[in-house]
T-cell receptor
Framework: DTAVSQTPKYLVTQMGNDKSIKCEQN?????MYWYKQDSKKFLKIMFS???????INETVPNRFSPKSPDKAHLNLHINSLELGDSAVYFC???????????????FGDGTRLSIL | GDSVTQMEGPVTLSEEAFLTINCTYT??????LFWYVQYPGEGLQLLLK?????DKGSNKGFEATYRKETTSFHLEKGSVQVSDSAVYFC?????????????FGTGTQLKVEL
């Protein structure tokens, strides 16, 4: 069983389009994240949600809008796609809160977004 | 803010060679430290972790010790295999306004040849 699953795995689209990436976790975790990995493999956090509430928003353009319908899902919607949005986007989850701050994050396999 | 610095790659070794990938960090408070591995075309997998000073994390023959005095968490393996070829990321976990954020190093690509 896949713990953190993202769809689609590949996404190729034109500049200016709007697209969504979906993420689901079946680990029962209460916190989910989106990370962006650029062409040089550098990983940077974008958002974090805890129990459907936004906790971390790391100066990401407001063209990016995460949506968490429940604590097992965190989708990423991107408006007006730009060339610089080409990257691999990773979803992750962990169990946070209380003394659980040291728990590792579990990652999905990534969505490779290519803007033409 | 928090930051992680790790040695640049690629690192190319022969099978059964000794591996060290250096990692140092800057953080406020007492972060947890992690090594993640990314195999080609896959997501990140947790390799090992350490949550406090002098803790040693180990898994699959890899080890790293949390050194507070040198703010380091170097990854080592005594004898690498071709199957260890991957990108290795050092990361620290710090609390940010109630959220737990991973700050990653730039990654070190390891190539192991026969």
């Amino acid at each position: 069983d896949t713990a953190v699953s993202q769809t689609p795995k590949y996404l190729v689209t034109q500049m200016g389009n709007d697209k969504s990436i979906k993420c689901e976790q079946n680990l029962g975790h209460d916190t989910m994240y989106w990370y962006k990995q650029d062409s040089k493999k550098f990983l940077k956090i974008m958002f974090s949600y805890n129990n459907k509430e936004l906790i971390i928003n790391e100066t990401v353009p407001n063209r990016f809008s995460p949506k968490s319908p429940d604590k097992a899902h965190l989708n990423l919607h991107i408006n007006s796609l730009e060339l610089g949005d080409s990257a691999v986007y990773f979803c992750a989850s962990s169990q946070e809160g209380g003394d659980n701050s040291n728990q590792p994050q579990h990652f999905g396999d990534g969505t490779r977004l290519s803007i033409l | 803010g928090d930051s992680v610095t790790q040695m640049e790659g690629p690192v190319t070794l022969s099978e059964e060679a000794f591996l060290t990938i250096n990692c140092t960090y800057t953080a406020t408070g007492y972060p947890s430290l992690f090594w993640y591995v990314q195999y080609p075309g896959e997501g990140l997998q947790l390799l090992l972790k350490a949550t406090k000073a002098d803790d040693k994390g180990s898994n699959k023959g890899f080890e790293a010790t949390y050194r507070k005095e040198t703010t380091s968490f170097h990854l080592e393996k005594g004898s690498v295999q071709v199957s260890d070829s991957a990108v290795y990321f050092c990361a620290l976990s710090g609390l940010t306004g109630g959220g737990n954020k991973l700050t990653f190093g730039t990654g070190t690509q390891l190539k192991v040849e026969l």
